[in-house]
């Protein structure tokens, strides 16, 4: 399967500043990629689907002014998370799609704290 | 709108008890369900299933599909420590053209501790 790194795993910021997660797909070339947000002890809520070279699809409810997605190559998907506050504090995944349509591939999460 | 309810929620037993995990869905289009094991940090894969009534099997683990009641269990025997973690059940809808692009839905997950 692939591997999925993410960078940082883990930051701290203060409220109103923005901060950029990096996803990277090390030895697949991934066309698409996932977000997902998860609150302590919840499930995966599914952010965002970021597709190399276009636009972001959002899941409803996702600002997507906000939480700004970019899918520049085929190995790398950034999230900016812009003007960050408390409520946005969590465990940030993203997943690989990979060749067959059931694959996917989850990074190591980034857990963003915002004080 | 797709959904995937878990119970559950949360399970405590002793080493070498067996558990059943259960995952009811609603989805649009059904592709597959898919369980996760989640540890500390990223989802890992355990089983994906499409077909009713066949059970998939990895070592203490197993899982079976029921297509028609449009739910899913999860099998745990000989419980370890090892296998405390929250467990996911997830679905992936079949959009039109028969494609997939691999948008899941997840249930809200079992935590399941399991004692010495």
């Known amino acids: 399967g692939a591997v999925v790194s993410q960078h940082p795993s883990w930051v701290i910021c203060k409220s109103g500043t923005s901060v950029k997660i990096e996803c990277r797909s090390l030895?697949?070339?991934?066309?698409?990629m996932f977000w997902y947000r998860q609150f302590p002890k919840q499930s995966l809520m599914l952010m965002a689907t970021?597709?190399?070279?276009?636009?972001?699809?959002?899941e409803q409810g996702v600002e997507k002014d906000k939480f700004l997605i970019n899918h520049a190559s085929l190995t790398l998907s950034t999230l900016t998370v812009t003007s960050a506050h408390p409520e946005d504090s969590s465990f940030y995944i993203c997943?690989?799609?990979?060749?067959?349509?059931?694959?996917?591939?989850f990074g190591p999460g980034t857990r963003l704290t915002v004080t | 709108e797709d959904k995937v309810v878990q119970s559950p929620l949360s399970l405590v037993v002793h080493e070498g008890d067996t558990v059943t995990l259960n995952c009811s869905y609603e989805?649009?289009?059904?592709?597959?369900l898919l369980w996760y094991k989640q540890e500390k940090k990223a989802p890992t894969f355990l089983f994906m299933l499409?077909?009713?009534?066949i059970e998939k099997k990895s070592g203490r683990l197993s899982s079976i599909l029921d297509k028609k009641e449009l739910f899913s269990i999860l099998n745990i025997t000989a419980t370890q420590t090892g296998d405390s973690a929250i467990y996911l059940c997830?679905?992936?809808?079949?959009?039109?053209?028969?494609?997939?692009?691999?948008?899941?839905?997840f249930g809200q997950g079992t935590i399941l501790t399991v004692h010495p």
């Open positions: 997943s690989v799609q990979g060749q067959r349509a059931y694959e996917q591939y």
């Open positions: 030895d697949f070339q991934a066309t698409t």
């Open positions: 970021s597709n190399e070279g276009s636009k972001a699809t959002y």
């Open positions: 989805v649009t289009n059904f592709r597959s």
């Open positions: 499409t077909s009713s009534g």
């Open positions: 997830a679905v992936e809808p079949r959009y039109a053209g028969g494609t997939s692009y691999g948008k899941l839905t």
